[in-house]
């Protein structure tokens, strides 16, 4: 007897090489998809995690008062954070007004800039411990902050001070700058200039 090819055999052989060819090519496109899929999802929850930690970083002004009969105040503030602490010296601060004349006056520095604190060199220090400069502002603490009146140009003046606003009966405006741009700003009015008094 005499064997025949099997020509349907053949086209069937070429077929499932070129299906299984298919699938190869499916599968492993599918997993470089997926890996840049995940590549992707992991970049967008770290950028997500860090603007969520830094919209929820501030600092909240608990209260101020004058803290001598020229030019100082003294403020107590909180710092809260779910990010990392910040250092002192990257926290920057402007006291500024306008007086009766329509002049602005401006002060700026850092939050380790007070001429005249109780300890000199000291400008802020931690509620309820020694007068010390700590290096960085931690999560959930208070801290005293002190700040002289005056201007960039004349920081022995007393403009925008407790004396200054409450003889001009004007308000100062203070404002807390964090080093990824967050701020906080507090408005300053005297009603009663004594030492010790409360700044609303």
């Not at 929850?45 to 608990?62: G, L, R, W």
Request: contains cysteine; negative net charge; hydrophobic residues 40%.
């Amino acid at each position: 007897m005499k064997e025949k090819e099997d020509i349907l055999a053949q086209v069937g052989l070429g077929a499932m090489i070129l299906f299984v060819g298919t699938l190869i090519a499916i599968v492993s496109s599918a997993s470089v998809m997926i890996l840049q899929l995940e590549i992707i999802s992991e970049k967008t929850e770290a950028v997500v995690a860090t603007t969520s930690k830094e919209a929820h970083t501030q600092v909240v002004f608990v209260g101020a008062w004058i803290h001598d009969a020229y030019d100082d105040y003294l403020f107590m503030i909180e710092y809260q954070s779910l990010g990392k602490e910040v250092q002192v010296e990257d926290v920057g601060f402007v006291l500024w007004c306008v007086d009766d004349t329509g002049t602005m006056h401006r002060k700026t520095g850092d939050l380790g800039t007070w001429a005249s604190g109780p300890d000199p060199g000291v400008a802020i220090w931690e509620v309820g411990d020694e007068i010390a400069e700590p290096e960085s502002l931690e999560s959930g603490k208070r801290y005293f902050i002190g700040v002289d009146g005056g201007t960039d140009d004349d920081a022995n003046g007393d403009e925008c001070g407790p004396q200054y606003i409450h003889d001009q009966g004007i308000k100062a405006y203070y404002t807390i700058y964090l080093p990824f741009g967050g701020h906080t700003t507090q408005e300053l009015q005297v009603n009663t200039f004594a030492v010790g008094e409360s700044v609303t």
